[in-house]
């Protein structure tokens, strides 16, 4: 059984949780304890409907009292083909970060528009940040239908304007589909009342995306992560570097390069679950040795010879902004890169991402909190990476604050 | 060449890369052990982490001291097994050396107890990590906890201050006095974990498995192990019940279900049944209020 993860974004008021109530309710995939607690309190909220399947996702007590989403919530359903993990971010402008939260890990984005609204300023926020971490599919859920009589031409008109919009945006897979989370309408199954829609339900769509691109072959990316040496006699000598593959695969006898120190030497065992493997590939948590004895430590990495990637001091990145505080230009910073970790600084702000256009429009304002801008970042040790659109874990980062130790910021390295 | 990777790889891999996250940013991480089967499943993902060397870290286990005897002894059998160190801290210990008040009633729930005694043993031993079970299909306010959750000097959640986790990418910086709890098997179901225990062959406390045992009805009609922990009146009789514990927390707190499995492939088969969740099941503890969970985090419970 294959894994997907998905996200979902949309207004307040576009029906989010109760799309995602609606998927996990109609899988038959709550118990029934969670059932009646849910009939309990929905005749508290929920004037017009039987169970408030929205309450599921609002799981925080602040949220269930303003019937809003504050943070990223995590569900997990299963059908007989794969298994779900979505997370569920807010649509509120001021939690933008949360929504880069959710997305960063995700396969699959899932943007609401209310059919009575159209296209908003949230829905291109969303679409944005989903373009930005490179979302390979997403999937446009025209929701309450039922609201304007099931038309036709209304869901065409918000489709073709979403067409519009997301030109300028470089999505590479876009599906539309007409639903009524409340309804149940081509949620899981598909819909009666709308026979000129000819496609597959929301769930039958999530069980057939196909998980992987037909890229060529991306190339062997490994960072240490923490060395294993047992110093006891029957593992005398043993110095493992244990991490997990970041992208494409490796082999044993392969040729490789130590970044950033450049030495080059041969892999002369590879380890999975404690046992020797030829082989193994992304995103395998793997042992790797090295022929010759060569000082190799945490946050380092290992490359094909050949297929290396880029290393420096200086990068351009689009961050956003996550902190509450704004940016303090000399604000003293860490980045983060999975295992590896440098002071840095942000040296330039050479522009903010426009929501509408896409556009970079040049502004040299410290970001504030949900700010989109592109940055040249000055590291204090070099940083080896990749492009974010070549690897999304390789090409990432965080910025910390020192002082406070907060995640202040999401970058994507240009 | 296309692989997938079936869904349990991918959770493994998820697990492992965070506990040698633990190993490569803390000082002074702990995995704490309670020997059910979510902290068995996190010993058996620290030996594909870490082996052929020792775990960075201890097993600490907070011992309330109404535990399952089959469940400590599971416990000790299998820390001498993987010759890993483990260390206990009784609540008993604490409500001595703290002049607490024990719990009453007839079913006396310690689990506002542990909290004191989980951290006084992070201020005895300085821990700055530590590795819990928990996970986020549990309950509500769980399913909002990051994977590294930051706790102030007084062990308390904030659910509105959390670090956005992006990525790979995780955050364990603090500062002194404040600790991180870490949950590598947060995206884990029930169902996950059992399907896991079989792929894995690993083994469990028998109790997991149906026995017939002496057990007491509570108002709710849940089914209670009988033991010298309960204060029962005379209007209690005991039956005997062929049952199982779909969750080992304390005999005073966790309530058995009446089950006929008795092999890990037939608690699959009778959980993809079942229809109650595993704490509504068996859990009295969450049952105080809806916002029950969300109030012992904040408190420093796990």
């Not at chain 1, 109530?21 to 309190?41: A, F, H, M, V």
Request: glycine fraction near 6%.
């Amino acid at each position: 059984m294959e894994l997907l993860k998905f996200f979902t974004a949309g207004n307040v008021d576009d029906g989010k949780s109760t799309l995602i109530g609606r998927l996990l309710y109609d899988s038959k995939s709550i118990s029934t304890d969670i059932i009646e607690t849910l009939t309990r309190q929905s005749k508290v909220t929920a004037l017009n409907a039987e169970i408030d399947l929205a309450l599921l996702t609002d799981g925080l007590r602040a949220e269930r009292e303003q019937g809003i989403t504050i943070d990223v919530a995590y569900k997990y359903f299963s059908t007989e083909k794969r298994k779900f993990i979505i997370a569920d971010t807010p649509g509120h402008i001021q939690y933008t970060r949360n929504m880069f939260t959710g997305a960063s890990n995700a396969d699959m984005a899932i943007i609401l528009v209310d059919a009575r609204n159209g296209i908003t300023e949230q829905t291109k926020r969303h679409s944005i940040i989903s373009s930005l971490l490179s979302m390979p599919h997403i999937m446009v859920c025209v929701n309450k239908m039922d609201l304007v009589g099931y038309d036709e031409k209304i869901f065409r008109k918000i489709a073709d304007d979403y067409l519009v919009f997301a030109k300028k945006a470089t999505q590479k897979e876009i599906t539309f589909i007409p639903v009524s989370a409340l309804a149940g309408d081509n949620v899981v199954t598909r819909s009666t009342k709308m026979p000129w829609y000819k496609g597959q339900s929301v769930l039958e769509h999530l069980e057939q995306i196909p998980l992987h691109e037909e890229n060529s072959p991306a190339p062997g990316r490994f960072q240490v992560q923490y060395v294993i040496r047992p110093q006891t006699s029957k593992f005398h000598d043993y110095r493992g570097f244990a991490g997990k593959i970041l992208g494409g695969s490796f082999h044993k006898g392969q040729e490789v390069e130590l970044m950033p120190s450049a030495i080059r030497t041969t892999l002369s065992a590879i380890e999975v679950n404690g046992k020797e493997v030829e082989s193994a590939e992304f995103p395998q948590p793997v042992v790797l040795h090295l022929k010759d004895d060569i000082d190799l430590s945490r946050g380092d990495s290992i490359v094909p010879v050949g297929a290396g990637q880029r290393i420096d001091k200086d990068i351009e990145a689009i961050i956003c902004w996550m902190d509450n505080l704004p940016f303090k230009p000399g604000q003293r910073l860490l980045l983060q890169q999975n295992s590896f970790r440098t002071k840095a600084s942000i040296k330039n702000i050479i522009g903010n991402i426009d929501i509408h256009s896409m556009e970079e429009i040049p502004n040299e304002a410290p970001p504030q909190l949900n700010d989109i801008c592109k940055v040249k970042i000055k590291s204090a040790d070099s940083v080896v990476f990749d492009r974010y659109t070549e690897n999304r874990y390789t090409g990432s980062f965080i910025l910390i604050d020192e002082n406070s130790n907060n995640t202040v910021a999401a970058g994507m390295i240009e | 060449m296309e692989k997938t990777f079936d869904y349990l790889d991918q959770l493994e891999a998820e697990a492992i890369y965070i506990m040698r996250e633990v190993a490569g940013q803390f000082d002074n991480p702990a995995l704490l052990f309670s020997g059910g089967k979510d902290s068995i499943c996190l010993v058996h993902l620290a030996l594909k982490a870490f082996r052929p060397g020792k775990f960075p870290f201890p097993l600490v286990h907070i011992d309330t001291g109404h535990n399952f005897p089959e469940a400590l002894d599971f416990r000790d059998k299998l820390t001498e097994h993987i010759g890993e160190r483990l260390i206990v801290r009784k609540v008993e210990d604490t409500i001595r050396d703290r002049k607490l008040q024990d719990a009453k009633g007839k079913f006396p729930s310690r689990n506002m107890l542990q909290t004191y005694t989980l951290l006084d043993t992070i201020e005895e031993f300085k821990f700055d990590a530590c590795i819990g079970g928990a996970r986020r299909d549990e309950e509500k306010a769980r399913a909002k906890e990051r994977i590294f959750s930051v706790r102030d000097e007084f062990g308390q959640w904030n659910p509105k201050m959390q670090r956005p986790e992006l990525w790979n990418h995780y955050n364990g910086k603090i500062s002194s006095g404040e600790n991180v709890r870490v949950f590598p098997i947060s995206n884990w179901t029930e169902l996950d974990v059992w399907n896991y225990i079989l792929r894995e062959e690993i083994g469990l406390p028998n109790i997991y498995f149906t026995h017939e045992r002496e057990c007491v009805t509570t108002e709710n009609g849940q089914l209670m192990a009988n033991s010298s922990f309960l204060n029962l009146e005379k209007e209690d009789t005991i039956l005997r019940k062929q049952v199982r514990y779909r969750t080992v927390g304390d005999m005073t707190c966790t309530a058995a279900v009446e089950s006929q499995a008795y092999t890990v492939e037939d608690i699959i088969a009778e959980l993809k049944e079942v229809k109650i969740s595993e704490r509504g099941a068996t859990r009295m503890d969450d049952r105080i209020s809806e916002a029950a969970m969300e109030d012992r985090k904040k408190g420093g419970y796990f």
